[in-house]
Each structure stands twice: as structure tokens, then as C-alpha cells.
Nanobody, 121 residues
């Protein structure tokens, strides 16, 4: 069982930035972020495969950047130019033993508890 702990959520004004962190209890070959916005279905926002492979949905390219962090087994998501419609619960997900180039939620095995992101003026 892989444990995932997310931190870094909070409130920010439109146009602001946040960096989310997810630390896994052991090394995972693939890690990702999903979000659940109010009234919307869960959606993938970024995936990190291996040490540097990345995947983003077209509508988020350029604003969100996923990468390995400085802490052991850490993955971070830098979010720029945040807008009110980015508000939601953000979840870290991981696959320990697979390289997963996918943003389909059902393809990810381990999930964190989530961290809230609120964008409001």
C-alpha cells in the first residue's frame, strides 16, 4: 500500500499561483494530479512518468507544470494564472510499478486525501 500526502492547497486571488506537493511513502514510477471542481466530474490535470515524462490535457498546457520535487518521493504541481474555475479539490494519484501515460482516473491505483484550492477575489 502506497500512502500519498498532499500539501500546498489554499486560497489565492485570480492570476495568482500555487504549488502543490505530493509525497509518497515509496518510489512510484508514475504520479499524477486530478481535480474535482464543484458540479464537475473528476479530471486529470497532469501526469509525471518516470523522472521527466509529462502529460497534460490541452486546456491546461502552459499554466500547470508537474515535476519531481526536492524531497525523496515528492512530486509537485506548479499552477500559474489561476482562475476561479480552477477552484476544487486536488488529488494526488500514483502507480508504483507502472509507467502510466494516462489521465484516466481508473488507471491509477493509489490516491491521496486531497487538498483544497480556492481561487477567489
Amino acid at each position: 500500500q502506497v500512502l500519498l500526502v498532499e500539501t500546498g492547497g489554499g486560497s489565492v486571488q485570480p492570476g495568482g499561483s500555487l504549488t502543490l506537493s505530493c509525497v509518497a511513502s515509496e518510489f512510484c514510477k508514475s504520479m499524477s494530479w486530478f481535480r474535482q471542481r464543484p458540479g464537475k466530474e473528476r479530471e486529470g490535470v497532469a501526469a509525471l512518468v518516470g523522472t521527466s515524462g509529462t502529460l497534460y490535457p490541452d486546456n491546461l498546457k502552459g499554466r500547470f507544470t508537474i515535476s519531481r520535487g526536492n524531497v525523496t518521493n515528492e512530486m509537485v504541481l506548479k499552477m500559474n494564472n489561476l482562475q476561479p474555475w480552477d477552484t476544487g479539490m486536488y488529488y494526488c494519484a500514483a502507480n508504483r510499478d507502472r509507467f502510466s501515460y494516462t489521465l484516466l482516473g481508473e488507471s491509477w491505483t493509489y490516491w491521496g486525501q486531497g487538498t483544497q484550492v480556492t481561487v477567489s477575489s
